[in-house]
C-alpha cells in the first residue's frame, strides 16, 4: 500500500493555534504513538521538552480504516489494519508567524501545499513542482488553563486568532465558485492541558470562546462603521464581509458557522500528564480523513 501511494496524494490535517497551547507536542505524541502502545515503560513520557516553532513543520501518520476504535497508540503495521494515511502539519503560533497558517487557508482551492511536500529545487527558488495536499480538518489547539488566568490576555489573544481562522474558512465558502469548489474544513478546538486541576473545562472553554468571539464580532463592526466605511454601503467589497457568523444575531455560537459549511466541536483533553488524553481528538481526526 505505501509503496504504490504518491506521497503527495495524501490528504492533510492543520494543527494551529496560540504559541505554548501544545501543538508541537500533540504532533510529537502522535507521531511516537505506537511506542506507547501497553504502555511501554521503556519509552520515556511523551515530549515535555519543546520550543517554540519558527517553521511550519509535517509529519506523515495514518489511522485505521477497519478499526475505528484504535488509538494513536495502535501499531498499525503490527497488526495488518487497513491504515489510511495522512499529513499532520504543525504551524507556529506567534501572532508574527500566523500567516503560515492563515495563508493556507486562504487558497480558494482544497489543496495546501505544506512545506514537506516542497521539491528542493522549488525551495531553492527553481521553479521545480509543487505538490498538493487536501485539506481535511483543522485543529485549533488551546490552552485551557491560560484560558482560566483571567488576569492574562489569553482568552481575547486566543479568540483573535480564532476569528481569524474561522473569518478565513468563511470568506472561502463565499468565494467558493464552480463545480469544483472546495469542501469547507471541518474545525477541532481542542481544549489541551486538562491534567492541570486549574484549566477550564471543555464546555465552559467553548462558552468563554463564544462570548469572547461576540465581544471581537461588536467591535470590529463598531470599528467599520466608526472609519465611515460602512455608510449604509457594503464593507470590504462584499456584505458583511468582517462579520463573523450569521447576519443579525446578538450572541455568537459556534452552530452559526455551519451556514458556512463549517462544523465547530469542541473537545477536551491533554499530552502530557493525567487526563482524558488525546484518543478522542485522534478519533475526530481518524472520522475526517
Ligand atoms: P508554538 O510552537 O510557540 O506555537 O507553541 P506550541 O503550541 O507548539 O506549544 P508546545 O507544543 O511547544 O508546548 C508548550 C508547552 O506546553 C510545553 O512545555 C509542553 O510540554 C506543554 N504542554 C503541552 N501539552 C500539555 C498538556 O496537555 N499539559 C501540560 N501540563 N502541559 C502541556
Ligand atoms: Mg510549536
Same mark, same amino acid.
Do not use: C
Given at each position: 500500500?505505501?509503496?504504490?501511494?504518491?506521497?503527495?496524494?495524501?490528504?492533510?490535517?492543520?494543527?494551529?493555534?496560540?504559541?505554548?497551547?501544545?501543538?508541537?507536542?500533540?504532533?510529537?505524541?502522535?507521531? /511516537?504513538?505506537?511506542?506507547?502502545?501497553?504502555?511501554?515503560? #521503556?519509552?520515556?513520557?511523551?515530549?515535555? @521538552?519543546?520550543?517554540?516553532?519558527?517553521?511550519? =513543520?509535517?509529519? @506523515?501518520?495514518?489511522?485505521?480504516? +477497519?478499526?475505528?476504535?484504535?488509538?494513536?497508540?495502535?501499531?498499525?503495521?503490527?497488526?495488518?489494519?487497513?491504515?489510511?494515511?495522512?499529513?499532520?502539519?504543525?504551524?507556529?503560533?506567534?501572532?508574527?508567524?500566523?500567516?503560515?497558517?492563515?495563508?493556507?487557508?486562504?487558497?480558494?482551492?482544497?489543496?495546501?501545499?505544506?512545506?514537506?511536500?516542497?521539491?528542493?529545487?522549488? !525551495?531553492?527558488?527553481?521553479?521545480?513542482?509543487?505538490?498538493?495536499?487536501?485539506?481535511?480538518?483543522?485543529?485549533?489547539?488551546?490552552?485551557?488553563?491560560?484560558?482560566?488566568?483571567?488576569?492574562?490576555?489569553?482568552?481575547?489573544?486566543?479568540?483573535?486568532?480564532?476569528?481569524?481562522?474561522?473569518?478565513?474558512? !468563511? /470568506? /472561502?465558502?463565499?468565494?467558493?465558485?464552480?463545480?469544483? #469548489?472546495? =469542501?469547507?474544513?471541518?474545525?477541532?478546538?481542542?481544549?489541551?492541558?486538562?491534567?492541570?486541576?486549574?484549566?477550564?473545562?471543555?464546555?465552559?472553554?467553548?462558552?468563554?470562546?463564544?462570548?469572547?468571539?461576540?465581544?471581537?464580532?461588536?467591535? /470590529?463592526?463598531?470599528?467599520?462603521?466608526?472609519?465611515?466605511?460602512?455608510?449604509?454601503?457594503?464593507?470590504?467589497?462584499?456584505?458583511?464581509?468582517?462579520?463573523?457568523?450569521?447576519?443579525?444575531?446578538?450572541?455568537?455560537?459556534?452552530? @452559526?458557522?455551519? @451556514?458556512? +459549511?463549517?462544523?465547530?466541536?469542541?473537545?477536551?483533553?491533554?499530552?502530557?500528564?493525567?487526563?482524558?488524553?488525546?484518543?478522542?481528538?485522534?478519533?475526530?481526526?481518524?472520522?475526517?480523513?
Amino acid at each position: 500500500f505505501s509503496a504504490t501511494t504518491p506521497y503527495t496524494t495524501l490528504p492533510s490535517v492543520l494543527l494551529v493555534g496560540p504559541s505554548g497551547a501544545g501543538k508541537t507536542a500533540l504532533l510529537t505524541l502522535f507521531e /511516537r504513538g505506537p511506542l506507547y502502545h501497553n504502555n511501554n515503560p #521503556a519509552v520515556p513520557t511523551p515530549v515535555a @521538552e519543546t520550543h517554540t516553532s519558527q517553521t511550519p =513543520s509535517t509529519v @506523515e501518520l495514518a489511522v485505521s480504516t +477497519d478499526r475505528p476504535t484504535t488509538t494513536y497508540r495502535t501499531d498499525l503495521d503490527a497488526t495488518g489494519a487497513t491504515a489510511k494515511k495522512f499529513l499532520l502539519i504543525d504551524t507556529p503560533g506567534h501572532p508574527k508567524l500566523r500567516r503560515h497558517a492563515l495563508a493556507h487557508l486562504a487558497s480558494p482551492s482544497a489543496t495546501i501545499t505544506p512545506s514537506l511536500l516542497v521539491s528542493p529545487a522549488a !525551495q531553492k527558488g527553481e521553479g521545480a513542482e509543487t505538490s498538493k495536499s487536501k485539506l481535511k480538518a483543522l485543529v485549533f489547539l488551546v490552552d485551557a488553563a491560560a484560558l482560566a488566568d483571567t488576569d492574562s490576555a489569553a482568552l481575547s489573544s486566543t479568540a483573535e486568532y480564532l476569528y481569524d481562522v474561522l473569518l478565513t474558512l !468563511q /470568506r /472561502r465558502f463565499l468565494r467558493r465558485s464552480g463545480s469544483r #469548489a472546495p =469542501s469547507n474544513v471541518p474545525v477541532l478546538v481542542a481544549a489541551n492541558k486538562l491534567d492541570l486541576f486549574t484549566a477550564l473545562p471543555a464546555a465552559l472553554v467553548k462558552s468563554q470562546l463564544e462570548a469572547e468571539l461576540s465581544r471581537i464580532r461588536k467591535t /470590529r463592526s463598531k470599528g467599520l462603521l466608526d472609519s465611515g466605511e460602512a455608510d449604509g454601503e457594503v464593507v470590504g467589497g462584499e456584505e458583511g464581509e468582517g462579520w463573523l457568523g450569521a447576519v443579525g444575531s446578538d450572541k455568537f455560537s459556534f452552530k @452559526e458557522m455551519v @451556514e458556512f +459549511d463549517i462544523e465547530v466541536e469542541v473537545i477536551g483533553g491533554n499530552v502530557v500528564g493525567d487526563g482524558p488524553g488525546a484518543d478522542k481528538w485522534w478519533k475526530w481526526i481518524g472520522e475526517r480523513i
